[in-house]
Nanobody, 122 residues
Framework: QVQLVESGGGLVQAGGSLRLSCAASERTFSRYTVGWFRQAPGKERQFLAADGSSTYYADSVKGRCTISRDNAKNTVYLQMNSLKPEDTAVYYC??????????????????WGQGTQVTVSS
């Protein structure tokens, strides 16, 4: 069973950037579909980006976020630029062994990290 560990969150001013990392315990992580989600207090978990059979982005972050992989490190990244206070949330990475899941549906992912807090100050 793959374990996922997110890192890279923190406090940043509006307009700033962060790069989140999702490190996996599985050497075949390159075969997984990996998604990034976020959840703000009182709100539903929101899809941001995914990498699997192709790369997908939510409209809310398209142009500001880039998902990438380093297969040698079994790690997936989410680069976030031009951050806004409304980006404040806990950010999660998730993974599935299937490339045919609905990448935007959080319940289609079997494996989840513990989350990393991102706070954007105005």
């Amino acid at each position: 069973q793959v374990q996922l560990v997110e890192s890279g969150g923190g406090l940043v001013q509006a307009g700033g950037s962060l790069r989140l990392s999702c490190a996996a315990s599985e050497r075949t992580f390159s075969r997984y579909t990996v998604g990034w989600f976020r959840q703000a207090p009182g709100k539903e978990r929101q899809f941001l980006a995914a990498d699997g059979s192709s790369t997908y982005y939510a409209d809310s972050v398209k142009g500001r976020c880039t998902i990438s992989r380093d297969n040698a490190k079994n790690t997936v990244y989410l680069q976030m630029n031009s951050l806004k206070p409304e980006d404040t949330a806990v950010y999660y990475c998730a993974a599935s062994t299937s490339w045919s899941i609905r990448y935007y549906e959080y319940y289609d992912y079997k494996y989840w990290g513990q989350g990393t807090q991102v706070t954007v100050s105005s």
